[in-house]
């Protein structure tokens, strides 16, 4: 079975400050990669994924993350965030191929201050 | 392109009540998702559709809960009786067949059980 744990509850940062969210994930097969933005009573937006190939994926608002195999992390980096970027983001992992599921993490609350 | 629907946005009932939520998917996905989302966690699935057919329900609470998806389109998630900690947010959510697993989600319905 395929596990995730964001390492973080909750981040605060400055605005236009460098931001990492942490994700790391378990399991005994391959799997594909996602991180998703939840803004205030929305749906999940997707913000990118990985599937196979280049372990740094960028994804949309600037976001990029890497795939580290060997630790298995999936960190999610934004270089300058803005005060909206704040929401919360979940981590999730799926083996891969099939119709398998999405399974997410508890989630970070990233809250950007001017 | 029209994203995924969900009706209602909110709902408040008193426990033991019955409630039933409606999800219509991107046109052309195949498979469709039920989330349950309690406050301050990631989602779990409850329930995933390949066409009108269940690829997984490991995590529904079969006494309670029931969702069906007739000609492989809309969803319907019932509860039936409600408990009080059966607040939460239900995410319906669609994707293409694989290996395009990336899942578009609708905004939710907000669950209150009292």
New interface residues.
């Given amino acids: 079975a395929q596990s995730?744990t964001?390492l973080d509850s909750q981040v605060p940062v400055f605005e236009e400050a460098p931001v990492e969210l942490r994700c790391n994930y378990s399991s005994s097969v391959s799997v594909?990669l996602?991180w998703?933005v939840q803004y205030p009573?929305?749906?999940?937006?997707?913000l990118l994924?990985y599937?196979s190939g280049s372990t740094l994926v960028k994804g949309i608002n600037g976001f990029e993350a890497e795939f580290n195999k060997s630790q298995t992390s999936f960190h999610l980096r934004k270089p300058s965030v803005h005060i909206s970027d704040t929401a919360e983001y979940?981590c999730?992992v799926?083996r891969?191929?099939?119709?398998?599921?999405?399974?997410?993490?508890?989630?970070t609350r990233l809250a950007v201050h001017p | 392109e029209a994203g995924?629907a969900q009706s209602p946005r909110y709902k408040i009932i008193e426990k033991r009540q019955s409630v039933a939520f409606w999800c219509n998917p991107i046109s052309g996905h195949a498979?469709l998702?039920w989330y349950q989302q309690i406050l301050?966690?990631?989602?779990?699935?409850l329930i995933?559709f390949?066409n009108n057919g269940v690829?997984?329900d490991s995590q529904l609470p079969k006494d309670r809960f029931s969702a069906e998806r007739l000609k492989g389109v809309d969803s319907t998630l019932k509860i039936q009786p409600a408990k009080l900690e059966d607040s939460a947010v239900y995410?319906c959510?669609s994707s293409l067949d694989?290996?395009n697993?990336?899942?578009?989600?609708?905004?939710?319905t907000?669950l209150t059980v009292v």
């Fill in positions: 995730v964001q594909y996602f998703y009573n929305q749906g999940l937006q997707l994924k599937l979940f999730a799926s891969s191929g099939g119709y398998n599921k999405l399974i997410f993490g508890a989630g | 995924v498979t998702y301050g966690q990631g989602p779990k699935l995933q390949q690829v997984d995410l959510a694989p290996p697993t990336e899942a578009f989600f609708g905004q939710g907000r």
